[in-house]
């Protein structure tokens, strides 16, 4: 038995712990305010926000599925519409397109970074057509998929892209932020996200005011005036004390992200020669970190052995979409996607972990 807790894939509450006192004082300015649904908290986090990410409009809503339901049916997704996504993602990517009245279609991805495939991108476009609507890249693990080929592959196809963000917040690709290559993208701030609440919360970015306007609209029952629904929308709200909270931590985000990245750059000067396969990056992207994602053949026993050891490793995700009794889809064969969903392991990342835990990890990967 070791002496030191379990480490953990991911640590909310160290994260917590980590701005204790501006997430309380946050806490109480908003219990004495009076207000505690979209008001203030709200309108400076979506301005704060979106200054983060360069500059355009955040829209505030319930959580990171929410979001991009929103952004899907706001670049114009309709009942029946095809949205093509990956389907080594979590359920909520799916989720969403089934609550814009969508059907998904599977993208294989790249064998080396395990995002999806402009390549096959294409070959998914020119054989669905126009019918596929808009297409859903995700930025896994915090690695930015390859935003630059696969924008101009949905432009020669005419379809919109909404970048899923939700492991993402900060990742950058030749500089530019991820959520910045597409007219619409999409936050969660899940409480383990990079940029996590301490409950549910999603965002919408996009430059586009038109849009931004269309996004918060849906967002509370088509409402511009209270109580007059100008379009069919929904209730899908961000509430001030979870506003106040990812204000609170929004300023570190940029350091807790480059804790995420000693931590990662760790993993792999000390597994360099191991025979595992490491994370790679997408060429010119800077990475957040999300996840470090390794492959193995002999995932399942590495997995015991690390559990044996104290250290629990998450794996995102064990089985690809199209697998799921939901969504299951006998017709779809998406076999590097299927590999990686059967070779992937998750090794502790988080702010929360010293360099020392990563050392602990790694002498007992290699032993
Ligand atoms: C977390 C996550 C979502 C969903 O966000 P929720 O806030 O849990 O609804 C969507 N896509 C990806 C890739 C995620 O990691």
């Not at 990079?194 to 609209?217: H, K």
């Not at 390794?294 to 995700?317: H, P, Q, S, V």
Request: hydrophobic share 40%; glycine share 8%; net charge negative.
């Amino acid at each position: 038995m070791s002496e030191k807790p379990p480490l953990q894939p991911a640590d909310p509450n160290a994260d917590f712990l980590l701005h204790e006192k501006s997430i309380r004082s946050a806490i109480d300015r908003v219990l004495q305010s009076g207000h505690y649904i979209l008001g203030p908290e709200v309108d400076a986090f979506e301005r704060e926000f979106a200054e983060y990410l360069g500059g355009g409009h955040v829209i505030g809503v319930a959580n990171g599925t929410d979001a991009l339901e929103l952004a899907l049916r706001a670049a114009g997704v309709r009942p029946g519409d095809l949205v093509a996504t990956v389907a080594n993602t979590v359920s909520a990517t799916v989720a969403a397109i089934q609550q814009a009245g969508a059907r998904p279609v599977f993208v294989e991805i790249d064998a080396a970074t395990m995002l999806m495939s402009p390549e096959q991108l294409d070959r998914t476009l020119s054989l669905h057509g126009t019918r596929i609507r808009a297409v859903v890249p995700v930025h896994l693990y915090g690695n930015p998929a390859d935003m630059h080929r696969i924008a101009a592959v949905c432009d020669s196809h005419h379809a919109a892209i909404v970048e899923d963000c939700a492991q993402a917040h900060g990742a950058t690709i030749d500089g530019q932020r991820a959520g910045t290559f597409s007219r619409l993208s999409t936050f969660s701030f899940y409480p383990t996200k990079n940029l996590g609440a301490l409950g549910d919360g999603g965002g919408v970015f996009t430059r586009d005011p038109e849009l931004a306007d269309e996004v918060r609209l849906l967002r509370q029952y088509g409402w511009r005036t209270r109580y007059i629904s100008e379009i069919a929308g929904r209730n899908s709200r961000l509430d001030e004390l979870q506003a106040a909270i990812l204000r609170a931590k929004l300023p570190s985000l940029d350091e807790s992200n480059e804790a995420r990245s000693r931590i990662a750059a760790r993993y792999s000067a000390r597994l360099a020669d191991s025979s595992l396969v490491l994370p790679q990056v997408t060429a010119g992207a800077v990475a957040v970190w999300h996840q470090y994602a390794i492959r193995t053949e002999k995932r399942d026993d590495l997995r015991a052995t690390l559990l044996d050891a104290g250290i629990a490793c998450g794996i995102l995700y064990p089985v690809p979409i199209h697998h799921q009794p939901a969504y299951l889809d006998r017709s779809t064969r998406l076999p590097v996607t299927e590999k990686a969903c059967d070779e992937v392991l998750c090794l502790p990342c988080h702010p929360g972990l010293g360099l020392e835990d990563v050392d602990r990890v790694c002498e007992v990967i290699l032993q």
